[in-house]
């Protein structure tokens, strides 16, 4: 295993694992929820470890392992980008996710969510797919996709709410030009300008 690309990507995994110290509000107790969706990234950077010190064989040939290295670095770097970006874009901290008694006291809608509605956990999917292109191997293909697939119900569960808030015919304008993820290239955002 590449032992720098190895570096940034568990540098990447702890920058995600500070920022509920750092950065998100946590209101009330991280309840089972919560920990069911961290629980990948606490284990894919247990794995990484695990593998480089026990030589645990990726499953893809030695030659493509190298080739994916590199790769694993820009998503990795790009990951860490993402997170400070959008960190950068808020003015107060938001609510953690998993949260219940999350109630939005604003929507964001320029910086890095000019184009992603969940930019944080946009970061977050390249964390694990710079993981899984560091150490191909069926478990950290096992973590993407569990980390796909939570985030994606949390995404959900945060746009019901923010559509059902206060803030909810605006939302619904963002959501039309927005991606969740992915940005939406073709489409320009409403009101992803900063506010004076």
């Given at each position: 295993m590449n032992?720098?690309?190895?570096?940034?990507?568990?540098?990447?995994?702890?920058?995600?694992?500070?920022?509920?110290?750092?950065?998100?509000?946590?209101?009330?107790?991280?309840g089972?929820?919560?920990?069911?969706?961290?629980?990948?990234?606490?284990?894919?950077?247990?794995?990484?470890?695990?593998?480089?010190?026990?030589?645990?064989d990726?499953?893809?040939p030695?030659?493509?392992?190298r080739?994916?290295?590199?790769?694993?670095?820009?998503?990795?770097?790009?990951?860490?980008?993402?997170?400070f970006?959008?960190?950068?874009?808020?003015?107060?901290p938001?609510?953690?996710?998993?949260?219940?008694?999350?109630?939005?006291?604003?929507?964001?809608?320029?910086g890095?969510?000019?184009?992603?509605?969940h930019p944080?956990?946009?970061?977050?999917?390249?964390?694990?797919?710079?993981?899984?292109?560091?150490?191909?191997?069926?478990?950290?293909?096992?973590?993407?996709?569990?980390?796909?697939?939570?985030l994606s119900v949390?995404?959900?569960?945060?746009?019901?709410?923010?559509?059902?808030?206060?803030?909810?015919?605006?939302?619904?304008?963002?959501?039309?030009?927005?991606?969740?993820?992915?940005?939406?290239?073709?489409a320009?955002?409403?009101?992803?300008?900063?506010?004076?």
């Amino acid at each position: 295993m590449n032992e720098p690309a190895l570096l940034v990507i568990l540098l990447n995994f702890s920058v995600i694992g500070l920022l509920p110290r750092v950065f998100f509000r946590v209101d009330g107790r991280l309840g089972p929820r919560w920990w069911a969706m961290a629980l990948p990234f606490f284990l894919c950077p247990a794995l990484l470890v695990g593998a480089y010190l026990t030589r645990l064989d990726p499953i893809t040939p030695g030659a493509w392992t190298r080739l994916l290295a590199p790769v694993s670095v820009v998503f990795g770097v790009a990951s860490v980008a993402l997170i400070f970006f959008t960190l950068g874009t808020h003015r107060i901290p938001i609510a953690l996710w998993q949260q219940d008694n999350d109630v939005p006291e604003h929507i964001v809608t320029y910086g890095a969510y000019g184009r992603i509605r969940h930019p944080f956990f946009a970061a977050f999917l390249l964390a694990f797919l710079a993981a899984l292109a560091l150490f191909p191997h069926w478990a950290t293909v096992a973590f993407l996709t569990y980390a796909v697939a939570g985030l994606s119900v949390t995404a959900a569960q945060e746009e019901r709410r923010l559509s059902a808030s206060e803030f909810g015919t605006e939302y619904q304008a963002y959501i039309a030009h927005t991606g969740r993820f992915l940005p939406r290239l073709t489409a320009r955002a409403a009101g992803t300008e900063a506010p004076a």
